[in-house]
């Protein structure tokens, strides 16, 4: 796994257009390199103003979108539209306002979905279709995601990999979370073996609520105290993060003229 680096931006504003603008730069990339790029995409309020400020970018449609294949995380498991879900704030930040490939959108399912009321196998499902998006440079029964983007609470979690809970032992590709101490308490969520197939991790804080979980996260605890200790990119891993979430780093960390 990948030695994480730190970039520390003034605030949540300007880490939302960078982080967006970094977004762009490594999608053209990735779409002409390979032709075709799989983002992953995070919820809550730094990775929906991420979306956001990239739906207004100026450079927004120097990505081929058609050629983008989008996932989640981790999602609540709730009905299609709910405003709880990641996938609705992702589309009306920024889905609804580009020209993506329907079929390239890969929402996880909720119990409205071809499971119904069954997290379990709405997991596999997720799994199957992840496992049917590979190509044979990825090997693995994931694809070698170009970009996954993850936000971090306040107790070090990721997706919903929280810690001391079951989901941060589990080597299936996605799993049914049961239980989150943050509602609502049943999710599905990648795992650690599908964070660290990405080619890079982008984890995203922002806030002082933040402070103790980036530096636990960069220290040397384990991740099932500190999920985030075991999201890592196999070529890179990069803690965005702005002066608020940055609080408890030494303070010539991640920032401009820093050695």
Excluded: C
Aim: aromatic share 6%; net charge negative.
């Amino acid at each position: 796994m990948s030695t994480p680096e730190i970039l520390v931006h003034v605030d949540e504003s300007l880490l939302a257009r960078a982080v967006a603008a970094r977004l762009v730069t490594r999608l053209v990339d990735a779409v002409y390199a390979a032709g075709h790029a799989n983002l992953v995409l995070t919820g809550g309020g730094i990775g929906t103003a991420v979306l956001a400020e990239l739906g207004v970018a100026p450079a927004r449609d120097a990505v081929d979108w058609p050629r983008v294949d989008f996932w989640w995380g981790d999602e609540r498991f709730a009905p299609t539209g709910d405003p709880d879900r990641n996938e609705t704030g992702a589309r009306s930040a920024l889905l609804d306002k580009i020209n993506v490939d329907p079929a390239r959108v890969h929402p996880m399912p909720g119990p409205d979905g071809p499971d119904g009321d069954d997290p379990e196998a709405a997991a596999a499902r997720y799994a199957a279709e992840l496992a049917a998006a590979t190509r044979p440079e990825d090997h693995g029964p994931v694809p070698s995601f170009d970009v996954l983007m993850l936000g971090i609470g306040p107790e070090g979690h990721v997706a919903s990999l929280f810690p001391g809970l079951p989901g941060v032992y589990d080597m299936r590709p996605v799993v049914a979370v049961r239980g989150s101490p943050k509602p609502p308490p049943i999710r599905i969520s990648l795992t650690f073996p599908t964070i660290q197939a990405a080619r890079e991790v982008w984890i995203l804080a922002s806030g002082a609520e933040k402070a103790d979980a980036v530096a636990l996260a960069l220290s040397d605890a384990g991740p099932v105290q500190v999920p985030a200790a075991g999201a890592r990119g196999r070529q890179r891993t990069l803690f965005l993060v702005d002066e608020a979430a940055a609080g408890k780093l030494p303070p010539d960390i991640g920032r401009p003229g820093a050695h």
